[in-house]
């Protein structure tokens, strides 16, 4: 699976003395990871759409005279539900399995460092999301509900996740120089 880097602007305009003029600002930087798999929605509908055409096609009285043509319009209604839903289908194909909303002071780094932060990147914004859920109290999901299930178990599960979110942060800045040293070091060479 590979990352993706995308980059979303905004536009504004600024008064200049013949007129307007259109801008555009960085808002946000994301790294996303697309599945291999599509979601299990995206099957269902896929599967209720190749069921449903062949069913129409199969049966025999379609094409009979003794059906009002009401009931074929909302069968026809309904065959291009389908149709709807498999194009739906095919078009969200891509899931996105992972992704890293970079901090402001890297959105300027160059798209191949950016990728290869990513795994560190999406590593510690799952951790912080995790830290958000015991904080909030939300429902937990996952293996470490037992844990929750007492007062103390619920505090060493948020010491090992602040650990974990830590050294998590430092492999991230380790990751991001990295790749920026390998970057330099690579257009140093090419000179």
Not at 161 to 184: G, Y
């Amino acid at each position: 699976m590979m990352w993706h880097v995308k980059r979303h602007t905004q536009e504004y305009q600024i008064q200049i003395p013949r007129g307007r003029r259109t801008e555009h600002r960085l808002v946000s930087v994301s790294v996303v990871q697309y599945s291999r798999y599509p979601a299990a929605s995206t099957v269902v509908r896929l599967l209720i759409a190749i069921a449903g055409i062949t069913c129409i096609a199969m049966w025999p009285g379609w094409s009979s005279e003794e059906l009002p043509w009401i009931f074929k319009l909302i069968v026809a209604i309904a065959c291009a539900g389908w149709v709807l839903m498999f194009y739906r289908g095919l078009r969200g194909w891509r899931n996105v399995a992972r992704q890293w909303t970079v901090p402001h002071q890297w959105q300027d780094l160059p798209e191949t460092v950016l990728i290869q932060a990513a795994d560190a990147g999406a590593r510690v914004q799952g951790l912080e999301w995790k830290m958000q859920t015991l904080k909030y109290g939300r429902r937990f999901t996952g293996s470490a509900t037992l844990s929750l299930q007492r007062e103390d178990q619920g505090k060493a599960l948020r010491c090992s996740i602040e650990d974990q979110l830590e050294r998590a942060r430092e492999d991230l800045i380790v990751a991001v120089e990295t790749a920026r040293l390998e970057l330099e070091l690579e257009e140093d060479h090419a000179k």
